[in-house]
């Protein structure tokens, strides 16, 4: 009997033998090759790789599936999920700014037990993303979705269903901001799990306190709503009464409205009128009211200390000492003030330091981390 190695051989010698039976059928596809070559590359008198690249690689976009391919999974997640909502992209649907990479990449990678979802609400039914290689730092974690929401059919079933009918937040100045500010409390009401703003970086495993529910206090009596974490059983108490005060209250005009602002009366409302805690980390039914500290270790007056070289050891000192789980960066504080430097890759400031452990893929594809 033939070992394996002669079988080789003889199938080898065999195909060899048909293959110059045909040598006509060799030749024409020989031809068809140079023909397809040369009409791919040459009649535009184009060069082959920047062709190529342009079609390929430069220009790609990418097709985003609809929040409902997870729905069955968000339900059924025990809440242990996480959130980002970005509802500014019908412009320009490319992802470009950094540190958001970075708070996704961020929860993916300290939460590798959870599935973290960017939510795009969109007014579009054709949702592309221009490829880029942020878009491809988020797909490369089994993790992270990134997938749109269509309004109408996110608030299909819910309390809020035609809330964004009767409401025309496209005619409002404060679109964006509402928008978010509805939504992420809709879709923890519907799903359960930890919503973040997209300046947000998580530094501690969500598991640890996985049985708690919980909003960060920004000053003394006024809570935030960058942060808020709710189940889908104990904490969808708490949404529900946000979401019957947004129905009832919702106020076009200003900005904070809906969000920052109406967190602490639904929260009065829910611990019916009792004190807020102030300051302290409080507790009303199963609802925790974190310390500002462990939220935002850097509060807002400060938020260019993230940012400047002096300062690395100080706002280091403060994260461990606080115990955070969280690092707000506040993003929107970038967009105020003029002091104008750019913050580079080699940069020593403290949002380097840890953005280099929690969102090593996003640095490795960035050159400026802040405009201006
Ligand atoms: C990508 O292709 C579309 C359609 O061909 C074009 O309108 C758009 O300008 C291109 N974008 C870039 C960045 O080249
Ligand atoms: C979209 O944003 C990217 C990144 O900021 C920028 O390079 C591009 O020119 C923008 N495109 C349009 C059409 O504004
Ligand atoms: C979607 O929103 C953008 C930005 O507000 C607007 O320019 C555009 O007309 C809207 N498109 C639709 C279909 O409503
Ligand atoms: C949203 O979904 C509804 C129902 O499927 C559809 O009629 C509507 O056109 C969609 N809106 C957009 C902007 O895609
Ligand atoms: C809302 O849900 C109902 C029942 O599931 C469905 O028939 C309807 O098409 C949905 N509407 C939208 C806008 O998704
Ligand atoms: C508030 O009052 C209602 C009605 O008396 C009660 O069901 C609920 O448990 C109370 N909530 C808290 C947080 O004490
Ligand atoms: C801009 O810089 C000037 C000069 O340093 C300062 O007086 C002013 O307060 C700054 N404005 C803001 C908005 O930071
Ligand atoms: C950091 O990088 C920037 C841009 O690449 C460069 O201009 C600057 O000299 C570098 N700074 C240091 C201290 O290496």
């Given amino acids: 009997m033939k070992n ?11 195909k060899t033998i048909t293959l110059t039976k045909y040598p006509k059928i060799l030749a024409a596809v020989l031809i068809l090759c ?14 082959p790789i920047e062709e190529l690249n342009f079609n390929f690689f430069q220009n790609r976009s990418y097709k985003l599936e609809s929040f409902k391919v997870d729905e069955e999974k968000m339900l059924n997640a025990n809440s242990k ?12 649907r490319t992802l470009s700014n950094p540190r958001q990479v970075c708070s996704v990449e961020a929860a ?3 939460n590798p037990d959870m599935e973290v979802y960017l939510f795009l609400a969109t007014n579009k039914s054709d949702v592309v993303l221009n490829h880029n290689d942020f878009l491809d ?5 089994p993790n992270i979705h990134i997938r749109y929401i269509n309004t109408s059919e996110y608030t299909n079933g819910t309390k809020l269903q035609n809330f964004f009918e009767i409401h025309d937040l496209s005619k409002s100045p404060h679109r964006i901001e509402h928008t978010s500010d509805i939504l992420r409390i809709l879709t923890l009401n519907k799903y359960g799990g930890l919503y973040m703003d ?13 049985k708690i529910n919980f909003v960060c206090l920004e000053r003394s009596t006024h809570f935030s709503n960058a942060i808020i974490k709710l189940d889908k059983i104990e904490g969808k108490k708490f949404s529900d009464v946000y979401l019957e005060k947004v129905m009832k209250d919702y106020n076009p005009d200003l900005w904070a409205a809906n969000g920052p602002d109406m967190v602490t009366p ?11 805690p102030l300051e302290k980390t409080g507790q009303c039914d199963t609802l925790t009211a974190w310390a500002n500290q462990k939220c935002f270790p850097i509060m807002f007056g400060s938020f260019s200390k993230f940012y400047e070289d002096n300062f690395k050891d100080e706002v280091m000192k403060k994260f461990h000492e606080t115990g955070s789980f969280f690092i707000h ?29 929690f969102c090593p893929k996003t640095i490795e594809k960035t050159e400026i981390f802040r405009r201006k």
């Avoid at 639904?266 to 807020?276: H, R, V």
């Avoid at 993003?331 to 580079?344: E, Q």
């Fill in 4 to 14: 394996n190695y002669e079988n080789i051989e003889s199938l080898i010698k065999n």
């Fill in 34 to 47: 140079i023909i397809i070559y040369y009409t791919l590359f040459h009649v535009k008198n184009l060069n």
């Fill in 81 to 92: 999920q996480i959130f980002f909502l970005e509802t500014h992209l019908e412009q320009n």
């Fill in 108 to 110: 993916a990678r300290t």
């Fill in 137 to 141: 730092v988020l797909l490369s974690y």
């Fill in 198 to 210: 997209l300046d947000v970086l998580s530094i501690f495993p969500i598991r640890m306190i996985d």
């Fill in 266 to 276: 639904a929260f009065l409302s829910f611990c019916n009128g009792t004190e807020l």
């Fill in 329 to 357: 960066i506040w993003n929107k504080m970038l967009a105020f003030g003029n002091k104008s430097y750019k913050l580079y890759k080699n940069s020593t400031a403290a949002y380097m330091e840890v953005a280099k452990v």
